[in-house]
């Protein structure tokens, strides 16, 4: 059974910074795109960054900057760091792994809240 699984979420500060887990279970994130997206309250979700299997690495411009995203394919884990977060940055975020164009598997997602 596959299973996606984000941590690391929680309530933060403006300007404060947090990352976020993706663990995998049943495939090997090495073959996959992984991506971070984010749905925000009466939003649609909306893709955040991307890493390719070979490495590259693609941001919304809204992260661009901010946000980092990575991978460790021995711990089967994909990251997303995120730094100077900013009130609109609220939102659950879920990752997800693809092949090609085709979505596979999503985790269920992990709230992050940037509040004062």
């Known amino acids: 059974q596959v299973q996606l699984v984000e941590s690391g979420g929680g309530l933060v500060q403006p300007g404060g910074s947090l990352r976020l887990s993706c663990a995998a279970s049943?495939?090997?994130?090495?073959?996959?795109?992984m991506d971070w997206y984010r749905q925000g309250p009466g939003n649609q979700r909306d893709l955040v960054a991307t890493i390719t299997s070979g490495g590259n690495r693609i941001y919304a411009d809204s992260v661009k900057g901010r946000f980092t995203i990575s991978r460790d394919n021995a711990k089967n884990t994909v990251y997303l760091q995120m730094t100077s977060l900013k009130l609109e940055d609220t939102a659950v975020y879920y990752c997800n792994a693809r092949i090609g164009a085709t979505s596979k598997y999503w985790g269920q997602g992990t709230q992050v809240t940037v509040s004062s």
């Open positions: 049943g495939i090997a994130l090495s073959m996959y795109h």
